[in-house]
């Protein structure tokens, strides 16, 4: 998400700014173009020196050290940047921005900033508490300002208290979700997509169940994916595996869970990607209570029954949806996508080999074929999951602009 961004990063005078020295190298690593200017305050904690090497720029510290006569470098830098980053932002400093001082280079480029502000508070807890500094934020989060909850911990003066810098790893995660809710040309913003992923499970009692080896990796790749690329994600999932807390999530166990999951929300979604792998027998009669050994007769039959067809009954009703498929084969992969395809009415369909080492289920990589309506065959080699995900939302979004 902050690939080829233009983050503007402003540093204030607060205990916690060799932690945002950490926090300017995650936004690079993650492809971002960084400047750093810096209030008189942070340059007694750590040295423009350092932001200097990192950034490989030049750091902004003094209004009036104008080098470049053909621009106004406070000006400049507010209309370079895509999003501006307080951090860590003092009390002094966010007061000031909620009054429109501009009395020095970081307020004054602050005050002249169209472009999106996101803010990182860390201070002492009394100065946090205060009530002219919460009125403060209040102001800030009135005018669209993201404001970063502190975290209360042990501080610096000692003690337990609210006004914590909080972990970076937080600050990156709210920065991208930022962006994602600020950015207005992200390809599947307005979309509502349903995605289905992991393996489902079928009870033989309430301790046991018949499942496979899907891990659910690919299903909620595509989920974090959707949403990064803008859409409402609503991810109906058997697999374990965490996901975005923007990400509407529905637990579910069986395939028959999966099936009522899906079919409430389907008439409300454009797009409907099934990537779970969906038993297709499920127990014909569970057990209520756990099933004990000596109960039971040799040999000991489980009678399986039909599940309900998920992606068949969706492509029997579909309407105006676009349909995805996944076929996990171990062999005749194009023949049985193919078929797969046209026998339950899908738009798309994402072919995967299993059974090969390094590939398929519970991998972290993976290599796919993808096949359109019209038989149009797109190779994707082996690579990472995610990186899998984002080529098959590149290839729906390339078939919804035929479609439309
Ligand atoms: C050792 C030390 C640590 C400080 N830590 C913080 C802090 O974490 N948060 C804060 O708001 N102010 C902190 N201050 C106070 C600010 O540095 C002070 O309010 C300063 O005027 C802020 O200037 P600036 O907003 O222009 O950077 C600290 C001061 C000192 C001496």
Sequence with gaps: MLKDKKIALYVTGGIAVYKVVDLMRSFIKNGAEV???MTESATKFVTPMTFQILSRHEVYVDTFCENNPSHVAHVDLSDWADISVIAPATANTMAKMAYGLADNFVTSALLATASPLFVVPAMNTDMFENPATQ????????????????????????YEGKGRYPENKRILEELENFIITTEKTLPLRGYKILISAGGTKERIDPVRYITNDSSGKMGHSIAEAAYQYGAEVTLVTASTLESSKAIHRIQVDSASEMFEAIDERFEDVDILIMSAAVS??????AATSKMKKADLKEPLTIELQENPDIL????????NQFLVGFAAETNQLEDYALKKLAEKNLDLIVANEVGKEGT????DDNQVVIFTKEHQRLDIPKTSKTEIARRILDKVIEELDHHS
């Design 35 to 37: 400047r750093v200017a």
């Design 135 to 158: 009125e403060n934020i209040q102001t800030l989060k009135s005018r669209g300002i993201y404001i970063v909850e502190p975290d209360t911990g042990f501080l610096a003066e000692g």
């Design 280 to 285: 297709d027998y499920g127990v014909a009669d």
């Design 312 to 319: 068949k009954t969706m492509g029997a009703k579909k309407e």
């Design 360 to 363: 398929g289920f519970d991998s």
